[in-house]
């Protein structure tokens, strides 16, 4: 699996409006509905399942990222992630207490929960490298994200 098999990227955010976790939440998921990822009229049910989720414990797992996500969900359709960057950075009570500038965001249908592991297990290989991190802070177009995630999938070949 490649990250270009499931990324959106006319969902991809390269600056957020959102100055808040919930707002982030929610200006990614209207992103990716825009797309067809959810039903438009699905998009608060997903994003009260996705703080819900937050609230049991915060997807933030520090170096200035977070990977909030939907999985399991019925109003998700198909398989999509999206990126949101932050220059101010967001409070996503991270693990590490810093703030998040990229935020991961991902949907999953309920009927494959393999694919979901192992996008998220892609997802997070990459984002524990300092390069593609650094890079993405500095993404500030969706063809820059664009152009990360394919050399993303060339790097993870060699």
């Given at each position: 699996m490649k990250l270009n098999d499931f990324f959106e990227i006319d969902a991809c955010i390269?600056?957020?409006q959102a100055?808040?976790?919930n707002g982030?939440?929610?200006e990614l998921i209207e992103a990716l509905s825009k797309v067809g990822a959810i039903?438009?009229?699905d998009t608060e049910a997903a994003a009260k399942a996705c703080i819900a989720r937050e609230n049991n414990g915060s997807t933030g797992f520090g170096k200035g990222v977070a990977v909030p996500h939907v999985s399991k969900n019925q109003v998700v359709k198909r398989m999509?992630?999206?990126?949101?960057?932050s220059t101010a950075g967001v409070d996503f009570a991270a693990l590490d207490r810093a703030p998040v500038y990229i935020v991961v965001m991902v949907l999953s249908p309920p009927d494959d929960p393999?694919?979901?592991l192992a996008a998220m297990e892609r997802?997070?290989?990459h984002l524990q490298r300092d390069n593609f991190r650094r890079f993405l802070r500095q993404a500030d177009s969706k063809d820059?994200?664009?152009d990360l995630i394919v050399e993303a999938d060339e790097y993870q070949e060699e």
């Amino acid at each position: 699996m490649k990250l270009n098999d499931f990324f959106e990227i006319d969902a991809c955010i390269p600056e957020l409006q959102a100055t808040d976790r919930n707002g982030v939440i929610r200006e990614l998921i209207e992103a990716l509905s825009k797309v067809g990822a959810i039903d438009p009229d699905d998009t608060e049910a997903a994003a009260k399942a996705c703080i819900a989720r937050e609230n049991n414990g915060s997807t933030g797992f520090g170096k200035g990222v977070a990977v909030p996500h939907v999985s399991k969900n019925q109003v998700v359709k198909r398989m999509a992630a999206a990126i949101g960057r932050s220059t101010a950075g967001v409070d996503f009570a991270a693990l590490d207490r810093a703030p998040v500038y990229i935020v991961v965001m991902v949907l999953s249908p309920p009927d494959d929960p393999d694919m979901h592991l192992a996008a998220m297990e892609r997802i997070f290989r990459h984002l524990q490298r300092d390069n593609f991190r650094r890079f993405l802070r500095q993404a500030d177009s969706k063809d820059a994200i664009r152009d990360l995630i394919v050399e993303a999938d060339e790097y993870q070949e060699e």
